[in-house]
């Protein structure tokens, strides 16, 4: 463990909130740009970064999964659907195409593209309907929902294009069954047990944990991945997070501990893995493979968004199109199997961040919905009053 490593990220983690305060613009996004110029200054992960990176990714898409309102989910079923499949199937089309028969990438190079650009990503997504205070309306949880059938999408074509079963694999998807139904069914023994509410040692935290350290590990020995398996958790265990004020307590402390340190290492370390010199090397199939996915993922949601989300068809739009979590995951992936080289790997790298960074900040910066009582309620059909929301 390298103590200069350990100061430059400490340090990037404190300014990088100061300018996002400063700005008004998601920490996430931050992190992310300053990730990019300290890897291109030299700047190296530690293996206790990586390991990091990954356990914040997995928690970030675990409070996700907590922030989705099943009730609105199956009530607003069609519409999820709808964009949430058309958000994962147009990106991953055209990507498909275009790396295979124009950039002339060979057929599982291109499949490893379509897969991961196809992603909207739930840690960027989260990360910013949390900051804006937009998670808790109409229009945020809709977001979520329609971002869990796009990763859903994703993460089923990952697993039958490029996983190869073992027996291992049975056994952390059988480990994954079994620990999302007993914490379904018996957290409340954890989150309501009076001997461990309010201590300062946080017992409901450290549980957690302990769930989704047992979801990385066994992935880790079945060749799989804990991130789908962990928003599933998430997703189901989203009635104990909401059942009373102390377990919403929980949650925000939760939120706390994540957003101080775990999740900044998250994004500064995906910066940090981009080399500029490189895709300036395929400046060409860079810009194009960028544009294609921004293009077809705008396409696949836009018409959607206008017809059921109208006061906010831009900024849903332009969240829908960030890219990063589930797509790392496939680019990792397809570079530990060699189906990619580490120009390929750059580029599209570089695609995610750059997908993650540019809808973001135009989302935030020109189409940012009303909040509460001004949006249209999604439930009960209702009109609010439309300001400065895409239209």
Known sequence: ??????????????????????????????????????????????????????????????????????????????????????SFLTPFTGVLLYTYYIAGWDLSASLVAGTALSETSLAVVYSVLVETNLSKTAIGKLIMATTFITNMGTAFVLSILFVKPTLYTVVFIAVSIIIIVLATRFSHNVFHNPELKNKVIEPEIKYIFMLL??????????????????????????????????????????????????TPIFFIVAGLKVSLPLIASALGAFAAIFVIRQLTKFTGVYFFAKKYIPEGKIYTTLLMSTGLTFGLVAIMFGMQLGLINQVQYSVLTGVLIS?????????????????????????????GTNGNNGK
Not at 61 to 69: C, K, N, P, Q
Not at 223 to 249: C, D, I, R, Y
Not at 362 to 383: R, Y
């Open 1 to 86: 463990m390298r103590a200069d490593i350990i100061l430059v990220t400490g340090i990037l983690v404190f300014i990088s909130s100061l300018i996002s305060l400063r700005a008004g613009l998601s920490v996430a996004v931050i992190e992310i740009l300053l990730g990019v110029i300290a890897g291109n200054l030299g700047v190296q992960p530690d293996d206790w970064m990586l390991y990091l990176a990954s356990f914040g990714g997995i928690l970030l898409t675990f409070l996700a999964g907590t922030e989705i309102d099943t009730k609105l989910m199956k009530e607003r079923f069609k519409e999820s659907f709808l964009i949430g499949v058309f």
């Open 213 to 262: 350290f047992i979801f990385m590990y066994f992935a880790n020995l079945g060749n799989g991945q804990a991130v789908l398996p962990a928003f599933v958790l998430g997703l189901l265990m989203s009635g104990h997070f909401t059942e009373t004020s102390e377990t919403k307590v929980i949650r925000n402390r939760l939120r706390t501990v994540a957003y101080a340190v775990i």
């Open 355 to 383: 997908s993650a960074v540019i809808p973001t900040f135009i989302a935030q910066k020109w189409f940012m919905p009303l909040h509460s009582e001004d949006l249209v309620d999604l439930n009960n059909g209702n009109n």
